[in-house]
């Protein structure tokens, strides 16, 4: 391999590529990043057998070649040079780089030991980077971090023509968001599940000025692929059975309240306080204001009221304010509407751009309240 590369490129291509490398791979040889030159490019690949990614530059190259280097000490290495353009060439068993007045060279890798990428699938459909991106992230809110059912830090994807749907749950919330997308074939229905950390990872690195392309084989349901601005991530899927949370969902909710969202998180953190770690903030609606209030009398309390669009009868419900927080955040509206049956039952939340107006079903977010003493 001999080949010129801009360094600032080159950075970005490896700092981008060796993000998923695992801190204790199951073999030495998944630590490191292939380089593969040729025809004018230089490619980067990365691979721990649940997820790959690959990207490419422009390079002048003299040689063709392929090596394997250790990943993060490349990423370091890259991400030191100096601006301009770098040099690349193998010697025996060494990668050299050289850059201005600056020369590393890397013990490379045995290039055979390294396992073969997964084949990218065909298309599935595409849809605009940053409404991918913020979908992602609010559906994410709900994903399981620890627990022993894997399907419960997993993603559910279920597609239907030209309507896309993502659902998570931790068993204590569910969070769901839904968008629009081009699909490569309209009559395609079916259900994904991916890991939520994966997909997160995925949505937050990706370039927003381009489509995302999501790739899928129904033959061979183990691998969904993403592309965008010319790189390529893959991951496999988990097998597993989602729960069935769809009936979750009320048709009708007796009780409704719209608030000001920003005035209700600002309330929620002020009064989460005084409360101690897992205890409940109580919200007490009533003559069109709600009343929120931690703590015990015993202890230290807090208090504070804010205006409430109420339609329904007065209720106190009381839930965990992180959970709170976390799905009135992810909300994008000016205001929430709560939706409740009573203060045992799941409350939606959602979001609408008028005090007055309707809500928006984009994004729904269920919480089951918490038991408290009055």
Request: hydrophobic content about 40%; glycine content about 6%.
């Amino acid at each position: 391999m001999k080949i010129e590369v801009d360094s600032a490129a080159f950075a970005d291509a490896v700092a981008w590529a060796t993000r998923i490398l695992p801190a204790r791979p199951a073999v030495p040889i998944l630590s490191g990043i292939k380089l593969d030159a040729h025809d004018g490019e230089l490619s980067f690949s990365t691979f721990d057998y649940e997820k790959s990614a690959r990207d490419h530059v422009e390079a002048s190259v003299d040689e063709d070649g392929t090596v394997v280097v250790l990943g993060k000490l490349l990423a370091d290495i890259a991400k030191a040079l100096p601006q301009g353009t770098i040099s690349l060439g193998t010697t025996n068993s060494r990668l050299s780089i050289s850059g201005g007045k600056s020369k590393f060279s890397l013990q490379l890798m045995p290039y055979e030991d390294y396992p073969a990428l997964p084949e990218v699938p065909q298309d599935l459909g595409q849809v605009d980077a940053d409404t991918f991106s913020h979908a992602v992230a609010k559906a994410a809110v709900a994903v399981a971090h620890e627990e022993n059912r894997v399907v419960l830090k997993g993603i559910r994807m279920t597609i239907d023509g030209e309507k896309v749907v993502l659902t998570s749950t931790d068993r204590f919330r569910l969070a769901r968001a839904s968008f629009n997308w081009t699909p490569s074939n309209p009559d395609f229905e079916g259900t994904i599940l991916i890991d939520g950390a994966v997909i997160k990872d995925i949505s937050r690195s990706i370039d927003t000025s381009s489509n995302v392309v999501m790739g899928y084989d129904s033959e061979k349901s183990t691998l969904l692929s993403f592309s965008n601005a010319g790189r390529q991530s893959t991951a496999q899927l988990i097998d597993g059975e989602f729960p069935a949370v769809d009936g979750l969902f009320v048709d009708e909710y007796p009780i409704h309240a719209v608030i000001n969202r920003s005035e209700l998180i600002s309330a929620i953190t002020r009064v989460a306080l005084v409360a101690e770690k897992n205890a409940p903030i109580r919200m007490v609606f009533s003559n069109n204001e709600v009343q929120l209030s931690a703590g015990s009398a015993d202890e230290s309390q807090a208090h504070e009221v804010i205006d409430a669009q109420l339609d329904g009868e007065a209720i106190t419900v009381a839930f965990n304010p992180a959970y709170l927080k976390e799905g009135l955040n992810a909300i994008d509206e000016p205001y929430v509407r709560m939706k409740m049956v009573n203060a045992a039952r799941a409350v939606e939340f959602n979001g609408q751009q008028d005090i007055d107006g309707d809500e928006s079903l984009d994004y729904r977010y269920l919480l089951v309240p918490m038991r408290f003493i009055d």
